[in-house]
């Protein structure tokens, strides 16, 4: 098997998306071609371990409850991820991929959870997305935006116009945190009457803005 090179590995609870508040495993890879310039993880641009792929799933399967996301970083970078993906999910185990959106998402196995986070003007990627990725989405996978600002909102607000009649995926909204006031978004969104579901960073509330937890 291939391998990976590796930021770090820990097991806490899913702090975002609609698997909030679930015991998960995380396997964090290094790199990131993106530069957000909210970025909460520049810490994995650089360093880790390389590991072998077979040894990473055989620790996820022995360390998990069952569930795992693989993160970064953006993994996708890494070509041998799509083949960590897919051991994941033949070993048994329930897998979510955090991802930029910025690299094609048709080769990421169809078991895999894929959560895309498309980037707002805000970002100073927003450049980066490729909309195509949306025609490979499936019901149990899920459209991310990381709000900084009303402009943000506004944006992603247009963006729902041509995305919720082709996706039947749910579309997630989230504050920056310690930037956009999670009150003001939830407002926004209730007074629009957004069919979105607005996400707070659990992690963030439970531990703060520190890393592997």
């Not at 396997?27 to 880790?48: H, K, Q, V, W």
């Not at 960590?84 to 910025?102: H, I, K, Y």
């Not at 995926?169 to 310690?178: A, R």
Request: proline share 6%; net charge negative; hydrophobic share 35%.
């Amino acid at each position: 098997m291939s391998r990976l090179k590796i930021k770090e590995r820990f097991y806490s609870l899913q702090g975002e998306t609609s698997l909030t508040g679930l015991p998960t495993y995380f396997i964090r890879l290094t790199g990131c071609p993106l530069r957000c310039t909210y970025c909460d993880s520049e810490y994995a641009f650089t360093g880790g371990e390389w590991e072998q792929v077979e040894d990473l799933i055989k620790d996820a399967k022995e360390q998990s409850s069952g569930l795992v996301c693989v993160t970064g970083g953006e993994p996708l970078a890494q070509p041998a991820c799509l083949e960590l993906l897919e051991g994941l999910c033949n070993a048994g185990l329930t897998v979510s991929l955090e991802t930029s959106g910025a690299y094609p998402v048709a080769g990421v196995d169809p078991r895999v959870i894929k959560i895309i986070d498309f980037k707002t003007p805000g970002s100073g990627e927003m450049h980066r997305n490729k909309w195509e990725n949306l025609d490979f989405l499936q019901p149990h996978d899920e459209v991310k935006f990381v709000l900084k600002d009303r402009a943000d909102y506004d944006w992603a607000r247009l963006q729902l116009e041509s995305i919720q009649p082709i996706c039947s995926t749910p579309i997630l909204f989230s504050p920056v945190y310690g930037e956009l006031d999670p009150r003001d978004l939830a407002d926004w969104i209730v007074k629009d009457k957004l069919n979105v579901r607005m996400q707070i960073q659990l992690h963030k509330i439970l531990w703060g803005d520190i890393p592997g937890v």
